[in-house]
């Protein structure tokens, strides 16, 4: 049997990270016009007290990533504020069940603890399944279910 290798969380730093970090930004939101650029990546880093990414390295290959901020406005579910909020998760299909999402999850958990919190919230679409699942796993409890609506006026 071939041993698992290990894998390590540490921050994104840019420029160092854009390549891999937003490559998997890619992977998450296919089809998003901008996710991987540059302003962007930037943007999910700021400010720097209010906003956490970690990567999961095995070596120095980024296999995951977890984008977190923390929340004053309203967010659903919670009942205290600021809250954490897991604003993206992802695992290359790779290294799904081998930990990586719950250390990343663990970590943004620790990061928003450090930030005076005692909640970390996070949303999932509907019909992503495997998201919810991932979510479970890692303790999150389902708190509602919301759909949205608009109207357009002009």
């Known amino acids: 049997m071939t041993p698992v290798p ?3 969380l540490r921050p994104a730093r840019l420029p160092d990270d854009a390549g891999p970090w937003g490559r998997m930004r890619q992977a998450l939101w296919p089809g998003e ?16 007290d209010a906003a956490c990414v970690l990567l ?13 901020r923390l929340r004053t406005d309203y967010v659903n579910g919670t009942t205290t504020s600021p809250v954490g ?7 290359e ?10 250390a990343l ?3 943004i ?3 928003t603890r450090s930030r005076g919190c005692a909640e970390l919230a996070s949303d999932a679409l509907l019909d992503n399944l495997a998201s919810q699942a991932a979510h479970r796993c890692c303790g999150f409890e389902e708190t509602e279910r919301v759909v949205y609506f608009r109207k357009r006026v002009a």
């Not at 016009?33 to 720097?48: F, K, R, T």
């Not at 999961?56 to 977190?68: C, K, T, Y």
């Open 93 to 102: 299909p790779d290294w799904r069940g081998r930990g990586v999402g719950r």
């Open 33 to 48: 016009p901008g996710v991987d650029g540059m302003e962007e990546l930037s943007a999910a880093l700021a400010p720097a």
């Open 56 to 68: 999961a390295l095995v070596g120095d290959e980024a296999v995951g990533f977890a984008e977190a």
């Open 105 to 107: 999850v663990q970590g």
């Open 85 to 91: 909020f897991l604003e993206a998760w992802y695992v």
């Open 6 to 8: 290990a894998f390590r």
């Open 109 to 111: 958990g620790d990061w």
